[in-house]
């Protein structure tokens, strides 16, 4: 069974960097999409950004310009470049693949952005 699996999560100064990686354990197929999500406490998932097979990808308006989202596809992995960092941007960030008309998600990597 593939399992996805969230690192680079951490704890940085406003106006810092981090960069997530979401890497699937298992090799897989048709994928259509690979994105991320962040959920604040006592607050919804939301999408951040998601990239599709075809490169295109589509950002939450609050990130547009400082994250940046990108793919090694012969690694199934996917990134998030996050700079500028805020402290509203403190959330758990999750990773998701779409393939084969199946979603996946990672666990979770926490993001804490605090002086």
């Known amino acids: 069974q593939v399992q996805l699996v969230e690192s680079g999560g951490g704890l940085v100064q406003p106006g810092g960097s981090l960069r997530l990686s979401c890497v699937a354990s298992?090799?897989?197929?048709?994928?259509?999409?690979m994105g991320w999500y962040r959920q604040a406490p006592g607050k919804q998932r939301e999408m951040v950004a998601r990239?599709?097979?075809?490169?295109?990808?589509i950002y939450a308006d609050s990130v547009k310009g400082r994250f940046t989202i990108s793919t090694d596809n012969a690694k199934d992995t996917v990134y998030l470049q996050m700079n500028s960092l805020q402290p509203e941007d403190t959330a758990a960030y999750y990773c998701?693949?779409?393939?084969?008309?199946?979603?996946?998600w990672g666990k979770g990597t926490l993001v804490t952005v605090s002086s």
């Open positions: 998701r693949i779409v393939a084969a008309g199946i979603i996946y």
């Open positions: 298992g090799r897989m197929h048709s994928i259509y999409s």
């Open positions: 990239i599709t097979s075809s490169g295109s990808t």
